[in-house]
């Protein structure tokens, strides 16, 4: 069936259902339609069986839907209406939810119901983890029944129920904001959590106006409601009236006709603004009953060596692949056989971080910095021959995050990680060793379209392409405990010391061969002219994607790629 895919943008989720839609064999196109209404004479062009909106912020006109059946996926379930569904379940503490896909007429949410899915709402799990998560996963499956529903042609939608939540208004500021004097640390942290990749939460404080972006639990600290009490690799803690809660982001408040604002260590975005607070670090290793939050851990069942990691939005700038490395290093003295890379859940890693080279006084010298500290991480990775790598990958991977993943001996990924191995889209030639990493795996021809084509790839496919090596079919809040149980019997197989005595083998002949510095070299000659020139693209993409720029039109990437993949997969 001929599907369009009309979105607002080109984000997780309508990645994810682009991809399940192409699995499944559906031909699939791509148009994001702008924010101010125009730009939808694309339906008629593509003259689709069927359009379908994963995420939409602006209504389909009426010629549209009046003219062909167009769903719309709806983050709630049957009968709940409204712009502000997830943020509101979170705020509220609401232990289900569920997903909606709708058929689009004049009022927003009101169409009838083709399919739904329900979903448990896990604890302590903020907005954007919770969407690429759980709501992803029960989108794809209303989804997917919806549009076997649609093609059966003997399917008849459902009106919406009148005993739903019904409809609820945008979930503003004044509904968000924190009251540091009364508010006890959970209600502060649902706040936080409902609100933490966008807007954010707007408070007043340290002589300016911020959003607050992420909270996170703290143990031991205590003081005056409200105050900054520490820092902590970028991260801030505030005093709650009962308790603490770390915030890793700002984002300061747009001053009229200013230029956009964009997300921030909550330390760097304060700058001279930052009270003298100290320091406090957490341990790599954390004790038993300690419940404070940091962005790198490590932990030890027998054989087993686990380095978790989980950084906002996935970006690892230049101290936390430094941090990352050191903890790397730590593992690997341990008396372990297998060591395991990744976060428990939602991303693995989307590679540099651009708000940070954005922000430096010197973006190309910052650049330069972070791209040698991955580059120094991925290597630490490839060169450990005493024992067996893993990547697991509960969500997605980006760009040098999915080649950080290449680099172990094995990648794993949950069934609804979607990878985007490839640079382009940010006007990048690309780094991380993926001139050795990603052709050893897949071959030079389907390297060569991966990077080239620039467009996501789903977890079954990645597993026919050889872009990694097991699929887990498992829930996000269950990823982790069945990676743990596959590295032990990764760790317990007899045949694991001849494997780490290949592997060694292997990488000495690939050593005399070309040597990892000569890919090295020669990727870090694309990059420096990519930072360092003027005019190169880059710069503007960066600041455009950094900064939220909305969109005027269809990337050409997925007007010309999308039709030359599907005559390849097909």
Not at 114 to 126: H, K, L, T
Not at 392 to 418: H, K, P, Q, Y
Request: net charge neutral; proline share 8%; hydrophobic share 40%.
């Amino acid at each position: 069936m001929r599907i369009l895919l009309v979105a607002s943008a080109f984000n997780s989720l309508t990645q994810r259902v682009l991809v399940e839609l192409e699995e499944r064999g559906h031909t699939v196109a791509v148009e994001l339609v702008p924010g101010d209404g125009s730009g939808w004479e694309v339906v008629e062009r593509h003259a689709p069986d069927l359009v379908l909106a994963p995420m939409l912020t602006t209504a389909i006109p009426k010629e549209v839907w009046s003219a062909r059946t167009c769903l719309v996926v709806h983050p709630g379930p049957p009968g709940d209406r409204g712009p502000s569904s997830l943020d509101r379940v979170l705020q509220d503490g609401a232990g289900q939810w569920g997903v909606t896909v709708l058929q689009a007429e004049a009022e927003m949410d009101a169409g009838p119901v083709w399919a739904s899915a329900p979903f448990s709402v896990p604890q302590q799990v903020a907005k954007g983890d919770l969407y690429r998560g759980e709501v992803a996963d029960a989108a794809v499956e209303a989804v997917l029944l919806a549009v076997r529903r649609f093609a059966s042609g003997a399917y008849t939608p459902r009106p919406q129920p009148q005993d739903g939540p019904g409809p609820r208004p945008y979930l503003g500021q004044d509904e968000r904001r924190i009251d540091w004097e009364n508010d006890p640390t959970r209600v502060v942290l649902r706040r936080l959590r409902a609100a933490d990749s966008r807007p954010g939460v707007l408070d007043a404080f340290a002589g300016g106006e911020w959003y607050l972006h992420g909270g996170h639990y703290e143990d031991r600290l205590r003081g005056r409601p409200g105050e900054v009490l520490a820092t902590r690799c970028g991260a801030i803690c505030r005093a709650t009236s009962d308790g603490a809660v770390w915030i890793p982001q700002l984002r300061p408040r747009r001053r009229p006709g200013g230029p956009r604002t964009f997300k921030l260590p909550a330390a760097l975005a304060l700058g001279d603004r930052l009270p003298d607070v100290p320091e406090v670090s957490a341990p790599l290793w954390l004790p038993a009953g300690r419940r404070t939050w940091s962005e790198i851990r490590y932990e030890e069942s027998g054989p087993v060596g686990f380095v978790r990691f989980s950084f906002p939005g996935g970006a690892m700038g230049t101290d936390r692949c430094r941090r990352l490395l050191a903890a790397y290093r730590f593992a690997c003295s341990r008396p372990t056989q297998v060591v395991v890379l990744g976060a428990c859940r939602d991303f693995f890693s989307n590679g540099i971080d651009l708000n940070l080279i954005e922000a430096a006084d010197d973006p190309a010298a910052e650049a330069w910095a972070n791209i040698h500290a991955m580059d120094d991480l991925v290597e630490a990775v490839l060169t450990t021959t005493d024992r067996l790598v893993v990547s697991a990958l509960g969500g997605n991977a980006a760009a040098g995050g999915a080649m950080l993943a290449l680099a172990a001996d094995e990648v794993w990924c949950r069934s609804g990680t979607v990878l985007n191995p490839h640079y382009r889209l940010m006007g990048l030639y690309g780094s991380e060793y993926w001139t050795y990493t990603l052709p050893r795996r897949v071959g030079v021809e389907e390297a060569d379209r991966l990077t080239r084509q620039a467009l996501p790839v789903g977890a079954s496919a990645a597993l026919r392409i050889g872009l990694v090596d097991r699929v887990l079919s498992v829930a996000p809040e269950t990823f982790f405990r069945e990676v743990a149980r596959m590295a032990a019997g990764l760790a317990a197989d007899p045949a694991l010391q001849m494997r780490i005595g290949e592997k060694k083998v292997v990488r000495e002949r690939d050593e005399s061969v070309r040597p990892l510095r000569d890919h090295r070299g020669a990727e870090l000659a694309r990059m420096h002219r990519c930072f360092f020139r003027p005019g190169e693209p880059h710069h503007a993409l960066r600041s455009a994607f950094v900064r939220k720029e909305p969109i005027t039109r269809t990337p050409e990437h997925l007007t010309e790629a999308l039709p030359r993949r599907q005559k390849f997969e097909l």
